[in-house]
């Protein structure tokens, strides 16, 4: 079963920093992007970054030059979101998210992994 592991959250003071882990297991085939969403309570869940196949970054306006979503050297599927400048309105549970095809389109979530930035 295709799953995407999660890991790096926690409850760190505003100003600190987190890194949050994302990999897909071996299920996955013909990842073209991968990202980072978060919902927090009451809200709807929105994009934080993304990373395609070849590189090119997205980033929402609330988090540029604080973010930086990046991919591991040995294993393109595996991303980070290194999270600087954490401010308390970043409190949410991020998600990971891979998009891709294989026979047919899918677009799978992580089980998501809770920051809580105090102030």
């Known amino acids: 079963q295709a799953q995407l592991v999660e890991s790096g959250g926690g409850l760190v003071q505003a100003g600190g920093s987190l890194r949050l882990s994302c990999a897909a297991n071996r299920n996955f085939f013909g990842i073209s992007v991968m990202g980072w969403y978060r919902q927090a309570p009451g809200k709807q869940r929105e994009l934080v970054a993304t990373i395609a196949r070849g590189g090119a970054t997205n980033y929402a306006d609330s988090v540029k030059g604080r973010f930086a979503i990046s991919r591991d050297n040995t294993n393109a599927n595996a991303v980070y979101l290194q999270m600087n400048s954490l401010k308390p309105e970043d409190t949410a549970v991020y998600y990971c998210?891979?998009?891709?095809?294989?026979?047919?389109?899918?677009?799978?979530w992580g089980q998501g992994t809770q920051v809580t930035v105090s102030s």
């Open positions: 998210n891979a998009k891709g095809f294989h026979f047919r389109d899918y677009d799978h």
